[in-house]
């Protein structure tokens, strides 16, 4: 099986943007689709991206996804950051047996 | 508004059983699939099982002969029997509903959990 890779924290200032990484060890990341949730200390998760670049309904457009089969890698940018985007960050795909696989999480801290 | 409510969280004994529940609303159950998520206390998420509107199931293979998942469509309802529990199973249960009728696509929605605490 693959293992998705995220950097354990990055941080950032108000109103510049970021951009989280989540790598795949083996096999395309292409190969199926990828999501982001959003994890505020104390709280449920969310979904801010899934199928790799689609948005659910009330995730303002400051998130967007993409994948780059150049270096197998997912990517979540936030643009305009906020206080309120303070959380940890999940990437997560599939195998070929639909079996959902998580990364490790990246704690986003706005400085 | 689509909500799912998880409920039947409770402290166990190694090796003993319990089954959560998930009621959804706010959506045509059947058309959409459904997944188990799991946070043990200061780790990060594991996907445990997922369940399509037909009943075709999947299982982390961590949980794979001891988990059964399954649905009610007609109650709205989604279940995780769990047997054998271990203290590794100790953690916060997630439901949550996919976006389409496949499992494949992530989750687009989340319940807020139900804790499952395995200890004698």
């Known amino acids: 099986n693959f293992m998705l890779t995220q950097p354990h924290s990055v941080s950032e200032s108000p109103g510049k943007p970021v951009t989280i990484s989540c790598t795949r060890s083996s096999g395309s990341i292409a190969s199926n689709y990828v999501q982001w949730y959003q994890q505020r200390p104390g709280s449920a998760p969310t979904t801010v991206v899934y199928e790799d670049n689609q948005r659910p309904s009330g995730v303002p457009d400051r998130f967007s996804g993409s994948i780059d089969t150049t270096s197998n890698s997912a990517s979540l940018t936030i643009s305009g950051l906020k206080t309120e985007d303070e959380a940890d960050y999940y990437c997560?795909?599939?195998?070929?047996?639909?079996?959902?696989?998580f990364g490790g999480g990246t704690k986003l801290t706005v400085l | 508004e689509v909500q799912l409510l998880e409920s039947g969280g409770d402290l166990v004994q190694p090796g003993g059983s319990l089954r959560l529940s998930c009621a959804a609303s706010?959506?045509?159950?059947?058309?959409?699939?459904m997944t188990w998520v799991r946070q043990a206390p200061g780790k990060g998420l594991e996907w445990v099982s997922a369940?399509?509107?037909?009943?075709?199931?999947f299982y982390a293979d961590s949980v794979k002969g001891r988990f059964t998942i399954s649905r009610d469509n007609s109650k709205t309802t989604l279940y995780l029997q769990m047997n054998g529990l271990r203290a590794e199973d100790t953690a916060v249960y997630y439901c949550a509903k996919a976006p389409v009728w496949a499992t494949h696509h992530g989750v687009d929605v989340w319940g807020q959990g139900t804790t499952v605490i395995v200890s004698s």
């Open positions: 369940i399509i509107g037909s009943g075709t199931t």
């Open positions: 706010g959506f045509t159950f059947n058309d959409y699939s």
């Open positions: 997560q795909s599939y195998d070929s047996n639909n079996h959902g696989v």
